[in-house]
């Protein structure tokens, strides 16, 4: 069975850090770019990061650009992403989603985690 | 990396089509034909319903395509079911490994 399992979200206070991890069984995770959405409670889905099957490109939004990180390791089937300085907007549930190509150009999310949610407040 | 336009909402009868669209740029939609399309039920994961612009993922109904003209996609679904009614949102390619949603549209199906 093809899962993404989400890791690390909780509550942070502002200006602080907070890494997620996603671990991937099911399918050959080298093969495939891995992103990082999110949604505010309430809100739509935002794309955050996607990262190419071998790391060689990677994609941030503009709201995150400069604070977050995203990162994989292929012998472990793991995705990560870093989030530096955090913000009450970053408040969210972060969804770790397969893509169903290599290259980190979101052609289709076809697998998607249940989210880890993650707080910002003091 | 502005986000694309969606209507806020949408609504239809059992048996009707409705079609959503979905506005962008000549920087994302205009471009690149890496357009897709999701539906979230309450308290789940989203699911895609239409890649590539008009490619229908293994397991989706026939009732959902999806279109393209110039910076405006488009999602049709006909033969509504009170299944369908969700939130549906779209997604581009918007270039050096970027993208870019919707704000989501809710469907009601009246």
């Known amino acids: 069975e093809v899962q993404l399992v989400e890791s690390g979200g909780g509550l942070v206070q502002p200006g602080r850090f907070l890494r997620l991890s996603c671990e991937a069984s099911g399918f050959t995770f080298d093969d495939f770019a891995m992103h990082w959405v999110r949604q505010a409670p309430g809100k739509g889905l935002e794309w955050v990061s996607g990262i190419s099957w071998n790391s060689g490109s990677l994609g941030y939004a503009d709201s995150v650009k400069g604070r977050f990180t995203i990162s994989r390791d292929n012998a472990k089937k793991s995705l990560y992403l870093q989030m530096n300085s955090l913000r009450g907007e970053d408040t969210a549930l972060y969804y770790c989603v397969k893509d169903n190509d290599a290259r980190a150009a979101g052609i289709a999310f076809e697998i998607w985690g249940q989210g880890t949610m993650v707080t910002v407040s003091s | ?110």
């Open chain 2, 1 to 110: 990396q502005s986000a694309l336009t969606q209507p806020a909402s949408v609504s239809g009868s059992p048996g009707q089509s409705v079609t959503i669209s979905c506005t962008g740029a000549s920087s994302d939609i205009g471009t690149y034909n890496f357009v897709s399309w999701y539906q979230q039920h309450p308290g789940k994961a989203p699911k895609v319903m239409i890649y590539e612009v008009t490619k229908r993922p293994s397991g989706v109904s026939n009732r959902f395509s999806g279109s393209k003209s110039g910076n405006t996609a488009s999602l049709t679904i006909s033969g509504l079911q009170a299944e369908d009614e969700a939130v549906y949102y779209c997604c581009s390619y918007a270039g050096r490994s970027t993208s870019v949603f919707g704000g989501g549209t809710k469907l009601t199906v009246l």
